[in-house]
RNA sequence: GCGCCCGUAGCUCAGCUGGAUAGAGCGCUUGCCUCCGGAGCAAGAGGCCGCAGGUUCGAAUCCUGCCGGGCGUACCA
């Protein structure tokens, strides 16, 4: 509803400066700070008195008088240095607010987002989950303006870090398919957590660069990518078993996928010959026959670095020894992890002629619908998959580099518009403070001691697993509850404490705007007071509870008059909670414009505080005058509706009570 | 060296793409339950928006240069 009043009178001003100046002008239209300053505002006349060489102010007074009646705007003024403020029709606005949800605007192409994308060896971490919860929420804000999305988590299952804990069961453990297959499926094993130790483990060896386990590396790794022996009978095992656990973590916080790519069916599909052959066709990959990367297939520097190209092509090296082009096939003639990534691209985008996938159902308990490649015998009836006419990819800003390399890939062979269409959604990592850590009992090197906080690493098996923080946020939440609601059975505290849970934690990693990085910290993350998921949950608890009491108390719906609305919303207050709480949509596609989900945490907190006073200045239930009551029910139901509408586009749950 | 990001209240962060008097949470001080649950509300203290120039009607926001910090820059993924 504001985004159509925004777009009316962002029209109606735009239309009244061409016809009475004769000027195409952009018109930007805010949301005034302080109320007395209208419900909207332009600034536009401060652009137009540099054109018009006139005041400021005098052109918005010529505006405000002279400009055509807009409908639902009851008044414009000019107001300070030259600024146009708008004041709505309140009771027509509040009504049409109050009878419908506006339809989601019409879709356009299919959107993949590609998010999670852990590697199956190792329990989840903390920034798993930033990456799983954003990627998610931009999943629910596309879908909310209605476009039709693809939700793709990447698995790659034969690569370097699945063969270390490979090789870690088979050489240095002793355990063979039956054991670990056994292990994964016991119950009171939780395999991924068990793998995390096991992955330090070896890890260490690599770091302190053991020949022997080296040895076991390299040869684990061939047997993975051959797809032959007991190794990879290992391999299949261990990825399968991890895969199923980071689902079901996901699954915990709300998140689900619609396929899971993997890279064991690339390799067995040979989408990286297809691509291959793409890149050298079309010269975008050249073979070096001297120099430092001799024998090598590289992308030269110039396609991919933008200094280089606004430089006018060729990049001159600072250093003999940095060779800033970027190897795409090793001398020994393997593919590196970006080329991979190229031919995948292509194939999400739908230029990867004649390779597909198979898919069948993944299966096993709460598949949730999703699907998982197979090279052959896959199910007839599967949908298709990729071909976006957009791509996402949720990768934390480390890799902007290969990013970078990929995109510019697809440009080169091209594809421009489709390069265009890839967007690598970045986001900043999870690092742990220097309290997290003492906590952990972590002792940390000279080096790491003097930073602001430290890298989570999954080889020094430095970090906070993604189930135990859950565990820890569901035991506090669990306490809270019980001392609440010393009355009620355990199943039902222990439901209400999951979704106070999940609402906290999803509300701390989307409160931090996508380039900040988050020092994680236990005392923040497990708060459940101030600006946090439970603050917001609570604020909706409340509307609940109003209309629960309302209807119990035999109150009839709340429809309150034309005429009331009109007497009514005259007081101020009450009349910027309307629009407080009719601002979802408008919050979305800024949002979304912005690329950051940030925004919608914020603008849910400020909707629940805004309730929060409110709830404490009036008292509803026993309000006297029953036109007013009507009006204040009908504003509860408004802001119950806002709240679970932007929870919703965060994957928070809204508790019944709490 | 080069590239990208960050520097705003004691701490953690917003700041709607250049607009009106720079905001929130935590922490601190002080109030608020005869009333819809206090996971709350209200008030207060707390700011050379890293520094210096520049652009303009107007700069926390844009440009340049410094100073701090982080991350990249692999024939690892």
Same mark, same amino acid.
């Given at each position: 509803m504001l985004l159509a009043m925004e777009k009316r009178l962002r029209e109606a001003l735009s239309e009244h400066i061409a016809r009475q100046h004769g000027l195409e002008v952009d018109v930007p239209i805010e949301l005034p700070r302080h109320a007395s300053h209208g419900d909207l505002a332009t600034p536009v006349c401060f652009t137009l008195a540099k054109r018009l060489r006139r005041p400021p102010r005098q052109i918005a007074a010529d505006l405000a008088a002279k400009i055509p009646p807009? !409908?639902?705007?009851?008044?414009? !003024?000019?107001?300070?240095?030259?600024?146009?403020?708008?004041?709505? +029709?309140? /009771?027509?606005?509040?009504?049409q607010v109050m009878e419908s949800v506006e339809a989601a605007p019409a879709a356009g192409g299919k959107v993949i987002v590609e998010h999670t994308n852990i590697n199956p060896?190792?329990?989840?971490?903390?920034?798993?989950?930033?990456?799983?919860?954003?990627g998610d929420t931009l999943v629910r804000l596309l879908r909310h303006l209605g476009r039709p999305v693809e939700v793709q988590n990447y698995i790659d299952n034969t690569g370097v870090q699945v063969a270390d804990v490979v090789a870690a069961f088979h050489f240095l453990e002793r355990k063979g398919p039956a054991d670990v297959r056994a292990m994964a499926a016991d119950p009171s094993v939780r395999f991924d957590h068990l793998c995390w130790d096991l992955y330090a483990r070896i890890s260490e060896r690599f770091a302190a660069k053991d020949p022997e386990a080296l040895a076991w590396r390299a040869e684990t790794l061939h047997a993975l990518e051959s797809g032959a022996g007991e190794l990879a009978v290992l391999g299949g095992i261990v990825a399968n078993a991890i895969v199923r656990c980071h689902l079901a973590t996901m699954r915990r916080i709300g998140?689900?996928? +619609?396929?899971?790519?993997?890279?064991?069916?690339?390799?067995?599909?040979?989408?990286?010959?297809?691509?291959f052959e793409l890149l050298k066709a079309r010269g975008v990959?050249?073979?070096? /026959? /001297?120099?430092?990367?001799?024998g090598c297939w590289v992308m030269p520097a110039s396609r991919f670095l933008a200094a280089a190209r606004t430089a006018g092509g060729s990049v001159a090296p600072a250093k003999e020894e940095v060779d800033p082009d970027k190897v795409?096939?090793?001398s020994n003639g393997t593919v590196t992890y970006v080329g991979k990534d190229i031919a995948y691209q292509l194939w999400k985008l739908g230029l990867l002629e004649g390779k597909d996938f198979e898919y069948r159902p993944l299966g096993g308990p709460g598949d949730g619908g999703t699907w998982v490649t197979a090279a052959d015998g896959g199910d007839p009836g599967a949908p298709s998959f990729g071909n976006g006419a957009r791509v996402y990819n949720v990768i934390d800003v480390r890799q902007s580099y290969?990013? +970078?390399?990929?995109?510019?890939?697809?440009?080169a062979l091209g594809y421009r518009s489709q390069a265009e269409a890839s967007v690598h959604f970045a986001y900043e990592m999870v690092a742990l403070s220097p309290r997290c850590c003492a906590e952990l009992g972590i002792d940390l090197s000279e080096e790491d001691r003097a930073k602001p906080y430290v890298e989570v690493s999954g080889r020094k098996g430095l970090g906070v697993k993604a189930d135990d923080l859950l565990d820890l946020l569901v035991t506090s939440a669990l306490d809270e509850v019980r001392s609440r609601h010393p009355e009620s059975n355990d199943g039902e505290r222990r439901r209400i404490a999951g979704q106070i849970a999940?609402?906290?934690?999803?509300?701390?990693?989307?409160?931090?705007?996508?380039?900040?990085?988050i020092a994680f910290d236990f005392q923040e993350a497990l708060s459940f007071e101030g600006e946090t998921g439970p603050y917001l949950q609570y604020a909706a608890v409340r509307c609940r509870n109003i209309l629960r009491k309302h209807r119990a108390a035999g109150g009839e719906p709340a429809e309150p008059s034309p005429a009331e609305l009109r007497h009514h919303l005259r007081d101020d207050r009450l009349w910027q909670l309307v629009l407080a709480m009719s601002m979802s949509r408008w919050t979305a596609s800024r949002a979304m414009d912005a690329g950051e989900p940030a925004q919608v945490a914020r603008s849910a907190?400020?909707?629940?505080?805004?309730?929060?006073?409110?709830?404490?200045?009036?008292?509803i239930l026993n309000e006297s005058d029953a036109g007013r009551k009507r009006v204040l029910l009908a504003i509860v139901q408004l802001a119950l509706r806002e709240l679970v509408e932007l929870m919703g586009l965060m994957g928070m749950p809204v508790p019944a009570r709490m």
């Amino acid at each position: 509803m504001l985004l159509a009043m925004e777009k009316r009178l962002r029209e109606a001003l735009s239309e009244h400066i061409a016809r009475q100046h004769g000027l195409e002008v952009d018109v930007p239209i805010e949301l005034p700070r302080h109320a007395s300053h209208g419900d909207l505002a332009t600034p536009v006349c401060f652009t137009l008195a540099k054109r018009l060489r006139r005041p400021p102010r005098q052109i918005a007074a010529d505006l405000a008088a002279k400009i055509p009646p807009i !409908e639902g705007i009851e008044s414009l !003024e000019a107001a300070g240095a030259g600024y146009v403020n708008a004041r709505l +029709d309140r /009771s027509a606005y509040a009504a049409q607010v109050m009878e419908s949800v506006e339809a989601a605007p019409a879709a356009g192409g299919k959107v993949i987002v590609e998010h999670t994308n852990i590697n199956p060896n190792k329990a989840a971490h903390i920034g798993h989950l930033r990456n799983a919860v954003l990627g998610d929420t931009l999943v629910r804000l596309l879908r909310h303006l209605g476009r039709p999305v693809e939700v793709q988590n990447y698995i790659d299952n034969t690569g370097v870090q699945v063969a270390d804990v490979v090789a870690a069961f088979h050489f240095l453990e002793r355990k063979g398919p039956a054991d670990v297959r056994a292990m994964a499926a016991d119950p009171s094993v939780r395999f991924d957590h068990l793998c995390w130790d096991l992955y330090a483990r070896i890890s260490e060896r690599f770091a302190a660069k053991d020949p022997e386990a080296l040895a076991w590396r390299a040869e684990t790794l061939h047997a993975l990518e051959s797809g032959a022996g007991e190794l990879a009978v290992l391999g299949g095992i261990v990825a399968n078993a991890i895969v199923r656990c980071h689902l079901a973590t996901m699954r915990r916080i709300g998140v689900a996928y +619609d396929v899971l790519p993997r890279e064991s069916e690339i390799l067995k599909l040979r989408f990286w010959a297809a691509a291959f052959e793409l890149l050298k066709a079309r010269g975008v990959i050249r073979f070096e /026959s /001297s120099g430092r990367n001799v024998g090598c297939w590289v992308m030269p520097a110039s396609r991919f670095l933008a200094a280089a190209r606004t430089a006018g092509g060729s990049v001159a090296p600072a250093k003999e020894e940095v060779d800033p082009d970027k190897v795409i096939v090793r001398s020994n003639g393997t593919v590196t992890y970006v080329g991979k990534d190229i031919a995948y691209q292509l194939w999400k985008l739908g230029l990867l002629e004649g390779k597909d996938f198979e898919y069948r159902p993944l299966g096993g308990p709460g598949d949730g619908g999703t699907w998982v490649t197979a090279a052959d015998g896959g199910d007839p009836g599967a949908p298709s998959f990729g071909n976006g006419a957009r791509v996402y990819n949720v990768i934390d800003v480390r890799q902007s580099y290969l990013q +970078d390399v990929v995109r510019e890939a697809v440009a080169a062979l091209g594809y421009r518009s489709q390069a265009e269409a890839s967007v690598h959604f970045a986001y900043e990592m999870v690092a742990l403070s220097p309290r997290c850590c003492a906590e952990l009992g972590i002792d940390l090197s000279e080096e790491d001691r003097a930073k602001p906080y430290v890298e989570v690493s999954g080889r020094k098996g430095l970090g906070v697993k993604a189930d135990d923080l859950l565990d820890l946020l569901v035991t506090s939440a669990l306490d809270e509850v019980r001392s609440r609601h010393p009355e009620s059975n355990d199943g039902e505290r222990r439901r209400i404490a999951g979704q106070i849970a999940v609402g906290a934690l999803r509300y701390f990693m989307l409160r931090f705007t996508r380039n900040t990085v988050i020092a994680f910290d236990f005392q923040e993350a497990l708060s459940f007071e101030g600006e946090t998921g439970p603050y917001l949950q609570y604020a909706a608890v409340r509307c609940r509870n109003i209309l629960r009491k309302h209807r119990a108390a035999g109150g009839e719906p709340a429809e309150p008059s034309p005429a009331e609305l009109r007497h009514h919303l005259r007081d101020d207050r009450l009349w910027q909670l309307v629009l407080a709480m009719s601002m979802s949509r408008w919050t979305a596609s800024r949002a979304m414009d912005a690329g950051e989900p940030a925004q919608v945490a914020r603008s849910a907190f400020q909707a629940a505080q805004a309730f929060n006073n409110f709830y404490h200045h009036t008292h509803i239930l026993n309000e006297s005058d029953a036109g007013r009551k009507r009006v204040l029910l009908a504003i509860v139901q408004l802001a119950l509706r806002e709240l679970v509408e932007l929870m919703g586009l965060m994957g928070m749950p809204v508790p019944a009570r709490m």
